[in-house]
């Protein structure tokens, strides 16, 4: 039973352009929704975050929305650029327990030069 | 100065044996985890320690024993392993409820 979906396995962009990653989840229960982006041999490291209070937070080129009645969330850059190519998770997690993170299969995207 | 690292990188070993991952880090927090991503790229909670006390166990086989000595490490031995063992095993740690930190992670080969 898979509570976070990223349901495209990969994206390719030209760089400059906007990267929307899209990611779905079952738990209405889930209240605080993450992105972390990886890179081969690494651990994933944390991007941005958005409470369920909220419907958008924005850091620099990266901006999460949330629409709550559609359990959707999408994480969008702009601009695009190469070093952005990675594997991107989206993670969420219920009741305020932070410590316990459900996570989707990840989007490979890739920023062509 | 690595935030939070792990021992070994790679790990390649027969069906049957015991080995161990180390996590440690220097963060100064108070929660550290276990994960494992699979074949299918599921990254998976399997442990998580708060103050070196048990807080979460997902229903991993008792074949896993997570240890804290300190709050600075976390170690994960795993006894008797099988080949659906072979997965990438993540730790992280967080100070509750902040954000996690993930390691770079250990690629266990089991043959």
């Known amino acids: 039973d898979q509570q976070v979906k990223q349901n495209s396995p990969s994206l390719s962009v030209q760089e400059g352009r906007i990267s929307i990653l899209n990611c779905d989840y079952t738990?209405?229960?889930?209240?605080?929704f993450l992105w972390y982006k990886k890179y081969p041999a690494e651990g994933p490291t944390f991007l941005i975050s958005?409470?369920?209070?909220?419907d958008k937070n924005e850091d620099g080129r990266f901006t999460v929305f949330l629409n709550k009645s559609a359990k959707h969330l999408s994480l969008h850059i702009v601009p695009s650029q190469p070093g952005d190519s990675a594997v991107y998770f989206c993670?969420?997690?219920?009741?305020?327990?932070?410590?316990?993170?459900?996570f989707g299969t990840g989007t490979l995207l890739a920023v062509q030069p | 100065d690595t935030a939070v690292s792990q021992t070994p990188k790679y790990l390649v070993t027969q069906m049957g044996n015991d080995k161990s991952i180390k996590c440690e880090q220097n963060?100064?927090?108070?929660?550290m985890y276990w994960y494992k991503q699979d074949s299918k790229k599921f990254l998976k909670i399997m442990f998580s320690?708060?103050?070196?006390?048990?807080?979460i166990n997902e229903t991993v086989p008792n074949r896993f024993s997570p240890k804290s000595p300190d709050k600075a490490h976390l170690n994960l031995h795993i006894n008797s392993l099988e080949l659906g063992d072979s997965a990438v095993y993540f730790c992280?740690?967080?100070?509750?409820?902040?954000?996690?930190?993930f390691g770079p992670g250990t690629r266990l080969t089991v043959l």
């Open positions: 992280a740690s967080s100070l509750l409820p902040d954000t996690q930190y």
């Open positions: 738990n209405s229960m889930f209240d605080y």
């Open positions: 958005i409470s369920s209070i909220k």
């Open positions: 993670a969420a997690s219920a009741n305020g327990a932070t410590n316990k993170l459900i």
């Open positions: 963060l100064g927090h108070d929660t």
């Open positions: 320690y708060n103050n070196k006390e048990l807080i």
